[in-house]
């Protein structure tokens, strides 16, 4: 097996490991966080229902205007800005972060703090 193949099979893992333990309620969704090298998404999943309640991401047209390039940690703190007030007008207010294969930093970190500092309980 190659060495992308390896990577490719780790990081399907990792996620299923997280992702095993998260499970989005009506109570309380999903935040799923979606990282690549140019861009960061996110969107609020409940479970139960399937349905994706809320979404953001650099790709969007009014993001991109207001942000500018996606793949930094500033961008990543803006975009945890704009998540937690869309949630908190769909009347969200405690989500489970669901960070995928992604190790809690850098990005992720970035993005997670500014959703806590904007209202949302993570």
Same mark, same amino acid.
Request: with cysteine; charged share 35%; glycine share 10%.
């Given at each position: 097996?190659?060495?992308? *193949?390896?990577?490719?099979? *780790?990081?399907? =893992? +990792? =996620? $299923?490991?997280?992702? $095993?333990?998260? +499970? ?6 999903? &935040? !799923?966080?979606?990282?690549? &090298?140019?861009?960061? @998404? !996110?969107?609020?999943?409940? #479970?139960?229902?399937?349905?994706? &309640?809320?979404? %953001?991401?650099? /790709? #969007? *047209?009014?993001? +991109? ?6 793949? $930094?940690?500033?961008? %990543? ?24 294969? $992604? /190790?809690?930093?850098? =990005?992720? +970190? @970035?993005? @997670?703090?500014? @959703? =806590? ?6």
């Amino acid at each position: 097996m190659d060495k992308n *193949k390896k990577l490719q099979v *780790k990081r399907i =893992r +990792r =996620r $299923n490991h997280v992702r $095993n333990k998260l +499970r989005g309620t009506s109570e309380r969704p999903r &935040l !799923c966080v979606h990282r690549s &090298l140019k861009h960061f @998404a !996110c969107q609020v999943v409940d #479970d139960q229902t399937g349905r994706t &309640l809320v979404s %953001a991401s650099t /790709r #969007d *047209k009014g993001v +991109r205007d207001e942000i500018g390039y996606g793949g $930094n940690r500033d961008a %990543a703190a803006k975009l945890g800005a704009i998540i937690a007030e869309r949630a908190t007008t769909a009347g969200i207010k405690m989500v489970k972060l669901d960070r995928g294969h $992604n /190790r809690y930093h850098g =990005r992720v +970190r @970035a993005f @997670a703090e500014a @959703a =806590r500092e904007a209202g949302l309980e993570l």
